[in-house]
């Protein structure tokens, strides 16, 4: 198990794979090369413990700077890569300098997407968070009593609010469409979301955009709104999704649609280029999705690791998630995409799982505040099988003595 | 600094420097001790940051929460002693704690 290894990307995802090549016993030599100047951490906690100044630097790095020398593991940080030349199996630096590989792994990840220009554009006090680097300006703009506008009813525009409030700042949240989690979540996980926030004094505006952002020096200072009203506002930050960046994927020539597609085993179109993480597609229920979660950047790692060491290898993706808002625990296990009923088990006012299914096939739960429904959902899911629904429904059977049934089709 | 000792998958023993406050997971991790995944990085809800306490030292550590007790029913290999470690902190009179790590994490 020898040859040339070089990785894209320093987040979770190239990192992972970087060390799992050497636990399987890779003898090649790894490069991990990364835009980002920081040593690479977790990146959830940005939007949580971290903004909320309960955690330093290095309690977000994965490994320490020393196992990257002690696994001889070339780590590149602060450096862009330009080109891949697939013909001559080389990627060129920003500097002009080449590197041949016998095996490249892509795991590019993605950028936040930013306001339009119709929907304000850029100010020095407009923010995104994606990286350390975005969370450490907004943890130095986040003082008591500020007016944060947080644009965006998604996870992260709430895990700001959250940090924001904790804080001590005055938060207004704006979602555009007519709920907050309108893609990811169903309507009794945000109503639960919802209240949470306002009980902890975030205003919540549903259905209302950006109608104007007023600035001077380049300084948003107020915000007109679709509602009609105009707020003061001294901090924006923006969450409304990432874009996938598969910009070397594209201009390489490889097969590209939403993310950098990939096959059961990561790989893409080009067999010695693998793709791993948020920037990948990957066919999942027969549809092509992308995940941007810490469990599809670890998992995908493990087979694409064990894919270069000549092992078979392949992806059966098993999501979760998590978020953290206030003293409110939400764990996500499965992924709801396409679901057609929900039952909700409601333990008490702050305690409850929302239970998808397509047919009578259980696909996902959100586990808000009950670790036991998350990881009975885990184990339920990652073996194919799915209680009934009015058993769910029904508060008073406990989740173990539930019948379960084997459920393959998706609508039945 | 209470030292805190490790047993990795393989048996090898690593005796580590702690600092008050950590968890015992950061403790392991920041010293690139083998055997604990993390993936979550603290936030209880992956599993795989499993170890086993000693037998002598299970009582003088504060016990799991619900939430650890929930996510350790399902955790790989649970047996006597086992604990999520990155909900255990690093107190002044733990020099000395043992910890096994288990085969695999998941």
Redesign the interface.
């Known amino acids: 198990m020898n040859g040339n290894v070089v990785i894209v990307g320093s987040g979770h995802a190239g990192v992972s794979v970087a060390f799992k090549l050497r636990t399987l016993g890779f003898k090649g030599t790894i490069t991990v090369i990364g835009e980002d100047i920081y040593l690479p951490y977790?990146r959830?906690?940005l939007s949580?413990k971290y903004i909320a100044n309960l955690g330093d630097e290095?309690?977000?790095?994965?490994?320490?700077e020393?196992?990257y020398r002690?696994e001889q593991i070339d780590l590149r940080l602060n450096c862009r890569v330009n080109a891949i030349h697939r013909s001559q199996n080389q990627i060129e630096l920003e500097d002009g300098q080449r590197v041949h590989y016998d095996t490249l792994v892509l795991a590019t990840g993605a950028r936040a997407r930013t306001l339009s220009e119709e929907q304000g554009g850029r100010a020095q006090n407009i923010h995104t968070l994606r990286n350390l680097s975005d969370a450490k300006r907004i943890r130095d703009t986040f003082t008591p009593n500020k007016n944060l506008l947080v644009v965006g009813g998604g996870y992260i525009g709430l895990e700001m609010a959250a940090v924001a409030r904790s804080l001590g700042l005055q938060v207004t949240l704006i979602e555009r469409e007519d709920r907050i989690l309108g893609r990811v979540a169903a309507a009794q996980t945000a109503a639960h979301f919802k209240s949470l926030h306002q009980k902890h004094g975030v205003r919540i505006l549903e259905g209302v955009g950006i109608n104007y952002l007023e600035r001077s020096d380049d300084r948003v200072e107020k915000a007109g709104l679709s509602d009609g009203t105009e707020i003061d506002v001294d901090v924006v930050v923006v969450g409304i999704g990432v874009i996938p960046d598969v910009t070397l994927a594209k201009d390489a020539g490889l097969q590209v649609a939403n993310g950098i597609v990939v096959d059961h085993a990561g790989r893409t179109s080009d067999t010695a280029i693998y793709a791993i993480g948020d920037c990948a597609s990957f066919a999942f229920r027969d549809q092509m999705i992308r995940l941007e979660s810490?469990?599809n950047a670890?998992d995908m790692a493990e087979v694409v690791a064990r894919s270069i060491t000549g092992a078979s290898a392949s992806y059966d993706c098993q999501p979760?998630f998590?978020s953290?808002q206030y003293t409110t625990?939400l764990?996500i296990a499965g992924l709801n995409l396409g679901y057609t009923h929900v039952a909700v088990r409601r333990k008490n006012d702050s305690s409850l799982s929302i239970w998808y299914f397509a047919g009578e096939r259980l696909i996902a739960v959100d586990a808000v505040?009950?670790?036991?429904a998350?990881?009975?959902a885990?184990?339920w899911l990652s073996s194919g099988q799915s209680p009934d629904l009015d058993g769910i429904a029904n508060e008073s059977l406990e989740l173990n003595t539930l019948t379960l049934s084997e459920k393959t089709d998706l609508v039945t | 600094m209470p030292n805190i000792i490790f047993i990795e998958p393989d048996g090898v023993r690593k005796s580590v420097n702690a600092e008050i406050g950590q968890s015992i997971m950061e403790v392991a991790v920041q010293n690139g001790v083998n055997g604990i995944d993390a993936d979550c990085g603290g936030a209880c809800s992956c599993a795989t940051c499993h170890g086993y306490i000693d037998e002598k030292w299970r009582d003088r550590i504060e016990s799991a929460d619900a939430v650890e007790l929930e996510m350790l029913d399902f955790a790989y290999m649970r047996a006597e002693g086992s604990r999520l470690t990155c909900q255990i902190k690093v107190v002044d009179d733990m020099d000395g704690l043992l910890i096994r790590l288990p085969d695999a994490q998941a």
């Open positions: 977790h959830p906690p949580k290095e309690r977000l790095y994965l490994k320490p020393s196992q002690s810490v469990q670890v979760w998590w953290d625990k764990q505040n009950d670790a036991k998350f990881m009975t885990r184990r």
